[in-house]
């Protein structure tokens, strides 16, 4: 122990003076800083209760950034779908059996405004964000949708696939091969292909006609007639035909006797014999099949150019197609693009322009944007409603629960935001909870601060005082 002059021991009061000093400048830093610790020395053991906080913080924003981007992403989407939607909905609007207007004014009408809209639907599906183009799967770097004037006009469009195809359907009456001999008729599908009407059955009526089916070396379907007596006004002969749009669904037509002039509708004379009532049914088929070919099947081929120039993975089932779709093809759009939202939940929301919904939308303006209708006849308009039945079907509501319809990618896209939505909610009390875990540990609350600098400064000042009195404390002044 020093002992001074005074006789006062002055060595652990200076020691005590200084720790309080060095207190007092770690709570002036505190105020300042807010904070409780400077150093992870400081720490001690709450060192590791801060790391293991920051850590889940920093994974937390992580995750929040995540869920940023994909909330971004799924707010052009929404407006993307609602889009199309009101597109499919005016498309289906302007499908009106019947409604051709003042001199076929509507067949014009309907067929620039198929062209215009069918030119949005691209652009949405051609929409980006910051160069990243979100209805291609996670092929983002390119337009998945060829431009308009590429898919339509270009040297291998839609125009001239569709005018290519229409002549092969058409082409032989719809690819039927007719011969008539005597009492004996045959009708022979003209090659192994999908072109035309295919011939599905035969049946009659009465005891007068007979007939039978057949199936040709390639494949070829057959059916033969023979007129072995004179029908009965009323005996029919019905053909089933398929359309190359649909193979599944048979459409029959009917040819009835009758003796009666003019000829109704369907009709076939019965003759002075059979022969000649075998030649009346030979040229009734022909010239149905001829007025079906000029419509029913020409909007039926359209449509079938549609199927395949438009296919669902994008490239043309045809080699002298455009590949109108560039984008990633995968069999399930949603798990294309995905993002981790927390520790075991990811979001999925790829979106595919190839997708069935979006497919039958561009098929069924495209269908019409080629479809020159004028001027208004009897023809053009039974090819007009044939082209406006079938879009009805395809864009029908009733398609709207089928995989793939934008109906149900609006629903995918809705749960996974609302599963982004939930786990975001989660995160933001999570890191509020984490915070204040953390604040108790490294903030200074600035009143508790306060009070300890008041305090530790009233007891250096009465220190000080003490000391400085004592100091002058020595055995000569006391005696």
Known sequence: MIVNKSMYPVTNTLQTITSMQKQFENLQLQLATGNRYNTLAEMGSDRVHTLNLEARLSRIEGYQANILTVENRMSFYTNGLERLDEIEADARALAV?????????NFTNVRNQSTNLLKEVIDVLNTDITGQYIFGGNKSDTKPVASFDEIMNGPNGFVAYSQNRNAEDMGNGGRIDRTVTGTALTLTEDGAHDYGFKLDMVASTGVGISVSEATLADGEQ????????QPQPGDTVTIGITYPHDRDTVHYVTFTATDTTPLPEGGFAIGADAEETAANLHAAIGEKLGTLTETDLRSSSTYAAADNFFNATGEPQDPAATAWYRGQDSTNPRQTVSANVDEH??????????????????KGLAVFAVSELSPLDETNAVRYDALVEIERSRLSEDNNAQ?????AITMELGLAASTVNTVKERHTQYNAQLETMLADITVAPREEVAMMLLTLQTQLQASY????????LTLVNYL
């Open 222 to 229: 057959q059916v033969s007639i023979s007129v072995d007596a």
């Open 97 to 105: 059996p019947g409604a051709y207007g003042t001199d076929g004014i």
């Open 403 to 407: 995989a793939g319809s934008i109906e």
């Open 465 to 472: 005082q003490a000391t400085a009195m004592a100091s002058q």
């Open 345 to 362: 939940t990811k979001a999925h929301y790829g979106v595919q322009a190839n997708e069935a919904g979006f497919v039958e939308l561009i």
